[in-house]
C-alpha cells in the first residue's frame, strides 16, 4: 500500500463548484498576528452607525438595551465617527498584532476624537504614532 501526502485546497467556482488547486487563492491567505482591538471598535462604531442610519434600531439606548452594554459605551464606541476619515482609514487596516499587547489603545484615540478639527487630529494621531502620546494635547 502507498500513502500520498499533499496539500490540496479547494477553489469555489460558479454554482455550487469546487476546483482543487495546488495553492491557496488570494482569500484563503489570512495575514499573520490578530487583528488590534482599536480596529474591530472602529468598525463596530461604522456598524453601529449604519444600524441606526436603516432605522434598525431607534437610538443608542436601544442599542445598549439590545447588546447588554451600558449606553456610554455606546456612545465611546461611537465617538470613533468623530475622527477625521483617513484616521478611521488607518485604525482599520492597522497591521496584526504579533505577540503582547496592541501598539494603539482606544484610550488615547478617545482623547484625539474630542478634538473638532482634523488637523488638530493629524497631528496628534502622527504623535501618537511616533510614541509621544499626546504630546500636541
Known amino acids: 500500500m502507498i500513502t500520498l501526502k499533499k496539500k490540496v485546497y479547494l477553489a469555489h467556482r460558479g454554482r455550487g463548484r469546487r476546483q482543487i488547486e495546488d495553492q491557496p487563492s488570494p482569500s484563503q491567505t489570512v495575514p499573520p ?57 488607518e485604525l482599520l487596516f492597522l497591521p496584526g498584532t504579533l505577540q503582547g499587547s496592541d501598539p494603539v489603545h482606544e ?3 478617545r482623547r484625539i476624537c474630542k478634538q473638532v478639527h482634523f488637523t488638530k487630529q493629524r497631528c496628534m494621531w502622527e504623535d501618537l504614532k511616533r510614541g509621544h502620546p499626546m504630546a500636541s494635547v
Open 33 to 89: 498576528g490578530r487583528i488590534p482591538r482599536v480596529s474591530r471598535v472602529m468598525a463596530l462604531a461604522i456598524h453601529f452607525d449604519e444600524l441606526l442610519r436603516a432605522g434598525t434600531v431607534v437610538n443608542t439606548i436601544e442599542m445598549a438595551r439590545l447588546l447588554k452594554v451600558t449606553q456610554p459605551r455606546i456612545t465611546q464606541v461611537m465617538n470613533l465617527l468623530h475622527l477625521a476619515p483617513d484616521i478611521q482609514e
Open 107 to 109: 484610550k488615547r484615540i
